[in-house]
């Protein structure tokens, strides 16, 4: 059978330091996700803002955990565009909850710049970024 196309396979995103960003993007999902769903349940009236924004980050997380397994030119550019704006939520919640501690009576995933999950949710965006930029280079013709 002839191929008119050539047909090209998906750009793999997981080989190489992309598995250990699976590996903790996954781990960040449980976390997130479990923590969030257990204190909106829960203590919900305690802290909102806090729980709200940790099911957000458990989503992002998810999307990009997604994103990095899937695949492909158009998966690279939507973890890369879900890593910035995590980072961008990392920094603004960081620095929003040490400015003004009384806003989040109750801590989230990215409070303190992510203290609480020792640091990763500020150092995983940054280090995403540069692997997402590093396999565009590679798969540039």
Not at 43 to 55: E, G, I, N
Not at 119 to 138: D, E, G, H, M
Request: aromatic share 10%.
């Amino acid at each position: 059978m002839t191929v008119t196309k050539p047909e090209r396979q998906k750009q793999r995103l997981i080989t190489g330091p992309g598995i250990l960003l699976v590996w903790l993007y996954g781990v960040m999902v449980v976390g997130a996700v479990s923590r969030s769903a257990v204190q909106i349940s829960t203590d919900f009236h305690k802290a909102p803002l806090a729980y709200t924004l940790s099911a957000l980050a458990g989503l992002v997380y998810g999307f990009i955990t997604y994103s990095l397994v899937r695949g492909g030119e158009k998966a690279r550019r939507a973890a890369l565009v879900c890593c910035a704006a995590e980072l961008v939520g990392v920094l603004a919640v960081g620095t929003w909850t040490l400015v003004e501690p009384s806003a989040f009576p109750d801590a989230t995933v990215w409070s303190d710049f992510g203290m609480g999950y020792l640091f990763i949710p500020v150092i995983l965006p940054v280090t995403a970024i540069f692997w997402l930029n590093k396999a565009r280079r590679k798969s540039a013709p």
